[in-house]
């Protein structure tokens, strides 16, 4: 085919798509048909669609066919927050807040103020942190069954910035590392800005399919495995203990490094051993206060090897320097009072309020999610587009994410990922029939 009529094809679509005459879900005909119709070589349909796919304009799905985007939704959306606007109803993100904790800030900033050494916090601190901060976080990590010394604890700003930590000090750019076929969206941005290579692993009973983490072990030279193993984040499941104990067999046999993600375990209670304690020589333990405390709280931690401390020392320099050095004063002392206890005990009751109201609204859907956790996972019917869904919905004044901030794999499900902690408990039951209508109406 001449590349002049080649490229008029694609504009011609493209011209269609534009105009509205091939509507958002239009499925366009299958490859094979496509050359039939138009005298093309089957590759150079491809290349057609291709095409259209970089421009944004449709969605190629193993399976199910090639359908015309809705272009009203960005690409990637639930990764970059969105504007909410007066009204909108958000089950997009999870902002957690207890109704007293805007005077519980207010209280510890006076005792800070009034008892703390506020000269200190006016300088560079130790890129880890001070030593009596990194103690009280040690003894926080014991109550989540770690046991570790304050040598082993770094501070940084943020769980988000102890997993760029973690990645930047042990990984470098063309690195195979693997993750769930549907994982946190943040590490998922990570690992694409570092020029990570990561492969996925297929879901299995409750985690990870480690039969498929092996094949890919032997297939490539995988440095790293990237897990959340409490509370897994989108999909809920809290890894048995077999599984774990079998995951780090698996990871000294092929001499991983194990990155152990965990903002959302503290939900879980009683909790399982982290892997960070099954195998503390090859595990980087990540946390942080966004979701127990506040998100406006930028502290966390990163647990480690004492071997491994100073490389991630030189890059907490590099990228931030050294924590906050109020905002850590201020958890310290909520760690050491209890305020960051009480905190936990009162959120996951929360949690565990919110997924009622979601098993009343959604009856008769079919949903993943953990009993204390602040989100769920709703696959959509095999006939629903979850652009479509997503559209609808922000025209009803409710912002949700599809799978496509979690997706590793290049088929992306169709699904919705629904926050519940965001949205006054008031207002959540009628926000979630609203998710229910237009699953059921548009499916």
Not at 190 to 196: F, K, P
Not at 356 to 366: H, K, M, W
């Amino acid at each position: 085919m001449p590349p002049a009529r080649y490229k008029a094809l694609v504009d011609v679509l493209a011209a269609e798509i534009w105009a509205g005459v091939l509507k958002p879900g239009t499925r366009l005909p299958p490859h094979r048909q496509l050359a039939a119709q138009e005298g093309l070589a089957l590759v150079t349909a491809s290349r057609v669609y291709a095409e259209l796919r970089a421009m944004g304009l449709v969605s190629c799905e193993a399976g199910r066919g090639t359908y015309v985007r809705d272009r009203s939704l960005p690409e990637g959306h639930g990764i970059d927050q969105v504007d909410i606007a007066p009204g909108m109803l958000d089950l997009n993100f999870n902002y957690p807040a207890l109704p007293h904790q805007t005077e519980l800030l207010r209280a510890g900033l006076r005792q800070l103020a009034s008892t703390g050494d506020l000269d200190a916090l006016l300088r560079y601190q130790p890129h880890a942190g001070r030593l009596h901060e990194r103690e009280a976080f040690a003894r926080h990590a014991e109550a989540r069954g770690l046991t570790v010394d304050a040598a082993q604890v770094l501070i940084v700003n943020g769980a988000q910035h102890g997993l760029a930590v973690a990645l930047i000090a042990m990984l470098k750019p063309g690195d195979v590392i693997a993750a769930d076929a549907l994982t946190y969206s943040g590490f998922k941005v990570l690992a694409q800005a570092l020029h990570l290579e990561v492969v996925a692993i297929p879901a299995g009973e409750g985690g990870p399919d480690l039969d498929a983490l092996a094949r890919l072990c032997k297939q490539r030279r995988v440095k790293a495995v990237y897990t959340l193993p409490t509370l897994h984040n989108p999909l809920g499941w809290v890894m048995p203990e077999a599984q774990r104990v079998a995951l780090v067999a698996l990871a000294r046999a092929h001499d991983l490094l194990v990155i152990e993600d965990a903002a959302y375990a503290y939900l879980v209670e009683p909790a399982p051993t982290p892997v960070a304690m099954l195998a503390p020589e090859r595990t980087l333990y990540v946390s942080g206060f966004s979701k127990n405390i506040a998100t406006g709280l930028r502290v966390g931690f990163v647990i480690a090897p004492v071997a491994w401390v100073p490389a991630l020392e030189r890059v907490i320099r590099a990228t931030a320097w050294n924590t906050p050095c109020v905002l850590t004063a201020l958890v310290t002392q909520w760690l050491e009072d209890g305020t960051v206890g009480r905190l936990e005990a009162e959120k996951r009751e929360d949690a565990r309020a919110r997924q009622v109201i979601a098993r009343q609204a959604l009856q008769g859907l079919a949903y993943t999610a953990h009993d204390t956790s602040w989100f769920l996972w709703l696959p959509l019917p095999e006939e629903a587009r979850a652009d479509q869904v997503v559209t609808v919905l922000l025209n009803e004044q409710i912002a949700v994410s599809t799978a496509e901030p979690f997706a590793v794999t290049p088929h992306v499900p169709h699904a919705l990922r629904l926050a519940l902690g965001s949205v006054a408990q008031p207002l959540l039951k009628p926000a979630l029939e609203k998710v229910k209508w237009a699953v059921t109406a548009y499916g």
